[in-house]
């Protein structure tokens, strides 16, 4: 059960930041024809999905479920990174 808790837990936080790097304004203006305009998520948006990215972690420690909040964190921390690495690869073979 600890198991699939952290799972769904980090599913939902890793959506959010695949959504909050797609949107990244910064990442947009640096990469050639992604600079449309309305493409980058406003301030707002961003704060929204951090909260959401967030919720998950909160809940295992209000409900005290500390081996999924380890395991939690651990998928969110690698698979931000990877998402990180992914999309400046990507970025950087467009050029």
Do not use: Y
């Not at 910064?26 to 704060?47: I, Y």
């Not at 005290?64 to 998402?83: E, F, K, M, R, Y």
């Amino acid at each position: 059960m600890i198991m699939w808790l952290s799972l769904i837990s980090a599913l939902i936080s890793c959506l959010c930041i695949v959504s909050m790097a797609n949107g990244d304004p910064k990442r947009l203006r640096n990469v050639r024809g992604l600079a449309r305009e309305g493409a980058e998520h406003t301030p707002q948006t961003r704060r929204r999905l951090t909260s959401i990215a967030i919720v998950p972690g909160a809940l295992l420690i209000l409900f005290a479920q500390w081996s999924a909040l380890l395991l939690w964190l651990g998928i969110v921390l690698t698979s931000g990174w990877l998402i990180s690495l992914l999309l400046a690869a990507r970025n950087h073979a467009s050029h």
